[in-house]
């Protein structure tokens, strides 16, 4: 298990190989849906991201003496994003993009150019990754986006995950998506 | 307890509680995986989770999904869909769903999670005086696809044949994308709202009957076995565990229409049904 801590800098990234499982600890952002049309849209970003990264995630979160409680935090579904995520990868300076699902090959190729990796949490598995958020620092966007698509601050303690893509181009889910269309094709011949 | 606590605690019940049957095949897919393989990372992952979700009585997703309410008739004057909705909100509000009601045209949340139309409730026939709640999540749902055969693309006819090849490439597309290992409910026939209906429908079915009818339960074994057969696995990172179950019903089609519908429910497949005392 490698650890990983905020701020995450270039070179540790890019030492980085689909693979390997990795413990992420300190600050994270969530951002899904409507954030990154909000960005596309020209949108300026709520937080810095520089260095920093983004999680897939809509959470469910109850207010907790004047603060926020993280109840259940899984990842959602990345692909939806596809569109979006070379460009804010190029512009946000993020190094982690935590998700689940894998992304497409404009988003692999973005990783590379500028040292990014992706980061698969099991999905649906969201009352463990609420266990490793210790802290909800703030919150953006809320009133914009609504709590399940709100920019949540979280500060992360061993919340546990695989890179599934790397800033070499190096990708389990393409691997799995060209063996698996290979044995239908074998299978149904 | 009146019928607003019971719903409401049926609620938070299928939220945080993987039933039975799907967390025993989950351990099971352990044991057929490499010790030290992603896939049993993932699924040991997966059922600790279950555990913390289940002792938490927190929910083990964090897309509480679309709520699907069956009522059985006897119910109809006692289980309201007016004390549903109040059930709803109240679990909304004691965070054991999530604000997941959006409205299509303006955007805006229904913070309670109700609305015309949500949750979803459908009174059967036959029912008696239980209620089952299903919880389907977006990431499962989107997974979800609809075929009409004749389809050249997959070389798939108006037979048993045909429905194997859609069942097959639906798990292709699907991927890890709507969280595998992942449940199939299949319903040949139908018109195209019926055939979305029946396929769901077919995810309430324990998982380890098999269907009534004697080709079908032919097929949902041979289709599952090969579905595991095409290395997709837990999360789509690899593995032997593409799907823990496959669930095929058949309903009428008129001459001209053959659609085989494929409802894909991930891992959380949660389900549960009460009985209501009169």
């Given at each position: 298990m490698i650890e990983l801590k905020y701020p995450f800098d270039e070179k540790t990234i890019r030492s980085l190989r689909a693979g390997d499982a990795v413990s992420i600890t300190g600050r994270i952002y969530t951002g899904r849906d409507k954030f990154h049309k909000y960005f596309a849209d020209g949108g300026e970003l709520p937080v810095d991201f520089r260095d920093g990264a983004l999680y897939h995630c809509g959470p469910v979160i109850v207010e907790d003496n004047g603060g926020?409680?993280?109840?259940?935090?899984?990842?959602?579904?990345?692909?939806?994003?596809?569109?979006?995520?070379?460009?804010?990868?190029?512009?946000?300076?993020?190094?982690?993009?935590?998700?689940?699902?894998?992304?497409?090959?404009?988003?692999l190729e973005a990783m590379r150019k500028y040292g990014c990796v992706y980061v698969q949490a099991v999905g649906g598995a969201a009352a463990l990754s609420a266990a490793a958020v210790k802290n909800v620092a703030g919150v953006s966007m809320l009133s914009e986006f609504g709590a399940a698509e709100a920019v949540w601050h979280f500060d992360v303690s061993g919340f546990c995950g695989v890179v599934a893509m790397d800033s070499h181009g190096g990708s389990l889910f393409s691997d799995v998506a060209k063996l698996s269309e290979k044995r239908f094709s074998e299978i149904v011949a | 307890m009146d019928v607003v606590a019971r719903i409401a605690s049926l609620?938070?019940?299928t939220s945080s509680s993987l039933p039975d049957d799907v967390e025993r095949s989950i351990k099971a897919a352990v044991r057929r995986e490499d010790a030290v393989s992603s896939a049993a990372v993932v699924l040991k992952t997966i059922l600790e989770n279950v555990k913390l979700a289940r002792k938490s009585g927190t929910p083990l997703c964090q897309d509480t999904g679309t709520l699907t309410f069956f009522v059985g008739d006897a119910l109809r004057r006692k289980v309201t869909p007016q004390k549903i909705k109040k059930a709803v909100a109240l679990a909304t509000e004691k965070g054991w769903l999530r604000k997941n009601t959006i409205d299509s045209v303006s955007g805006a949340s229904y913070d309670d999670n109700c609305a015309d139309g949500a949750p979803v409730v459908h009174y059967v026939e036959h029912g008696g005086r239980t209620v089952t709640l299903l919880m389907k999540g977006g990431g499962s749902e989107n997974m979800s696809r609809q075929y009409s055969l004749p389809d050249s693309g997959l070389d798939a006819g108006r037979d048993l044949a045909g429905v194997r090849k859609c069942i097959l490439d639906a798990v292709v597309k699907a991927q890890g994308y709507g969280c595998a290992p992942g449940v199939l409910g299949v319903c040949i026939g139908g018109d195209r709202a019926t055939g979305y209906e029946t396929a769901k429908g077919q995810l309430l079915r324990s998982l380890g009957d098999g269907s009534p009818d004697p080709k079908l339960r032919a097929l949902e074994k041979k289709a599952l076995e090969e579905a595991n057969s095409l290395g997709i696995g837990?999360?789509?990172?690899?593995?032997?565990?593409?799907?823990?179950?496959?669930?095929?019903?058949?309903?009428?089609?008129?001459?001209?229409?053959?659609?085989?519908t494929v409802a894909y429910m991930c891992w959380a497949l949660r389900r549960r049904t009460i009985e209501i005392p009169a």
């Open positions: 926020y409680k993280v109840v259940a935090a899984g990842p959602t579904t990345s692909v939806r994003e596809n569109p979006y995520e070379p460009d804010f990868i190029a512009k946000s300076g993020v190094r982690l993009v935590i998700g689940k699902g894998g992304m497409d090959e404009a988003t | 609620i938070r019940e837990p999360m789509g990172l690899g593995g032997r565990t593409t799907l823990l179950g496959l669930k095929i019903a058949a309903r009428p089609r008129v001459p001209a229409s053959f659609f085989v």
